[in-house]
């Protein structure tokens, strides 16, 4: 019952933008935290970024920190991830996964359901 589905992603030149989705169903935002994660191709998934529900604290991996936005629309059941400034050590499968209430960081194993992720490739 429990689903995430992100969208958005695609093929886009160094320095241009994209805006990832990620639709919840079957549960409420209201009380969860969202995680980004990222994985490419013969690397280990790391996170990204994650707002809470509670306060609507963010969390940002150094790496996207200034170029990438974190923001969630409850009435939509929908969580952003704005990227700017896209570099192509960029380029992965972008996931969305949840936690109760909040998160200070981006921990693989603090997560619980997953989306099925959404490809972003940054090349020219």
């Known amino acids: 019952q429990v689903q995430l589905v992100e969208s958005g992603g695609g093929l886009v030149q160094p320095g241009r933008s994209l805006r990832l989705s990620c639709a919840a169903s079957g549960f409420t935002l209201d009380y969860y935290a969202i995680g980004w994660f990222r994985q490419a191709p013969g690397k280990e998934r790391e996170g990204v970024s994650c707002?809470?529900?509670?306060?609507?604290?963010?969390y940002y991996a150094d790496s996207v920190k200034g170029r990438f936005t974190i923001s969630r629309d409850n009435a939509k059941n929908t969580v952003y991830l704005q990227m700017n400034s896209l570099k192509p050590e960029d380029t992965a499968v972008y996931y969305c996964a949840t936690r109760f209430r909040f998160c200070r960081s981006v921990v693989v194993a603090d997560f619980g359901s997953w989306g099925q992720g959404t490809q972003v490739t940054v090349s020219s």
């Open positions: 707002i809470s529900s509670s306060d609507g604290s963010t």
